[in-house]
C-alpha cells in the first residue's frame, strides 16, 4: 500500500505535497476546492504548474482528491441534481488537469424514494458526467463506501456493484472503501475471520480489481451503528490491528491508503510510520505501479 493522509491546501495547492513529504507519505488526498459552498474559483495555469511542480519534488506518488461533500449524485430535487451534476463534471476537469490519480465521491441520498430508485439516479448522474467529460481519462472516479446514515447509499457493496453495473461508460469507474464506514455500516473487520468474510463478500459484489483507494479510519461508534465518526487509529472500535491486516494484504498492494482521522500532523507522522513498520513486516509484491486503475 502507499500509505499517507489527507492534507491541508491552506495557501495554496502547491503546499500539499510538502506536507506529505513532511509525514513521511507516499500518497496524499486533498480537496481541489472550497467543499462549503457550490460556487468555486476556476484554477489557473500557473496554480496547475505549481502543484504539478511541487508533486514532483516531494515524490507524491498518488494523489486523491475528495469531491464536495455538497453532491447528491441522487438528489431529488433537480435544482440540487443540476447543481451535483455540473459540480463533480468540473471536479473531473479540475482532477485532470492537476495531475490527480483518484477522485473520491459518495454516491448520494435517495431523499427516501428508496434503494433502488437512489442507485438508478446515481448511475444516470454519473452516466451524465462521463459523456460530457468525454470519460475519465487518467483520473479513476471512486464512490466511496458510507456509514448508511440516513438515506445514504453506499453502505451496502450490493449498492456499488449495482451502481457500477447500470454505467454506460463504466471504464474508469471503481470504488474507495472506507474502514470506518464499512464497520459503521455492519461489516466486521476485527477478528480474521470477519475481515476475510468482509473481503470475500467485497469480492463477490463489486471485486476486489475494483477497489482504488482505500481511507484508513477508525470508528467511534460501534459495529453496524450507522455512525459516521472517524477516529485515530487505535482509538477507537476498531483497533489498531485491523490496520496492520489491511497493510499486510497482498490483495490490496499498490493502493493508495490515506488517513482522515482527527489527529493532526504529528498523529497522523505517527501512524504512518506505525503502519510502514507494519507493512515491512510481511513484504507483499505490489500488483501495480502507483495507483491501481480499473
Not at 472503501?177 to 468474510?197: K, Q, W
Request: some cysteine; glycine content about 12%; aromatic content about 4%.
Amino acid at each position: 500500500m502507499l500509505l499517507g493522509a489527507h492534507v491541508s491546501v491552506a495557501g495554496g495547492l502547491e503546499h500539499a505535497p510538502a506536507h506529505g513529504k513532511t509525514l513521511g507519505a507516499e500518497a496524499i488526498q486533498i480537496f481541489t476546492r472550497n467543499q462549503r459552498t457550490w460556487r468555486h474559483r476556476p484554477l489557473c495555469a500557473a496554480e496547475v504548474a505549481a502543484f504539478r511542480a511541487a508533486r514532483a519534488a516531494a515524490g507524491t506518488r498518488a494523489v486523491l482528491a475528495h469531491g464536495s461533500y455538497l453532491l447528491n449524485l441522487a438528489a431529488a430535487d433537480p435544482a440540487i441534481l443540476r447543481r451535483s451534476r455540473a459540480a463533480l463534471l468540473a471536479e473531473i476537469e479540475r482532477c485532470r488537469r492537476l495531475g490527480v490519480d483518484v477522485l473520491v465521491v459518495h454516491p448520494g441520498a435517495h431523499g427516501g424514494r428508496g434503494e433502488a430508485a437512489g442507485v438508478r439516479a446515481v448511475a444516470a448522474s454519473l452516466d451524465w458526467a462521463l459523456e460530457h467529460a468525454g470519460g475519465t481519462g487518467r483520473v479513476t472516479l471512486a464512490l466511496e463506501t458510507t456509514a448508511g446514515q440516513g438515506h445514504s447509499l453506499g453502505h451496502r457493496f450490493e449498492h456499488l456493484r449495482d451502481i457500477l453495473g447500470r454505467l454506460r461508460r463504466p471504464a474508469g469507474v471503481a470504488v474507495c472503501i472506507d474502514t470506518c464506514h464499512v464497520f459503521a455500516a455492519g461489516y466486521e473487520l476485527r477478528s480474521a475471520g470477519g475481515y476475510e468474510e468482509t473481503l470475500a463478500a467485497l469480492g463477490r459484489t463489486v471485486g476486489l480489481d475494483r477497489v482504488a483507494a482505500i481511507h484508513l479510519n477508525d470508528s467511534r461508534g460501534p459495529l453496524g451503528s450507522r455512525r459516521d465518526r472517524h477516529v485515530d487509529l487505535g482509538a477507537g472500535e476498531l483497533g489498531i490491528r485491523v490496520f496492520t491486516r489491511l497493510v499486510r494484504d497482498r490483495r490490496l498492494s499498490g493502493l493508495p491508503a490515506v488517513l482522515e482521522t482527527p489527529g493532526g500532523m504529528a498523529i497522523w507522522k505517527r501512524d504512518i510510520a506505525r503502519l510502514e513498520r507494519a507493512r515491512r513486516c510481511r513484504p507483499a509484491r505490489a500488483r501495480t505501479e502507483g495507483t491501481k486503475r480499473p
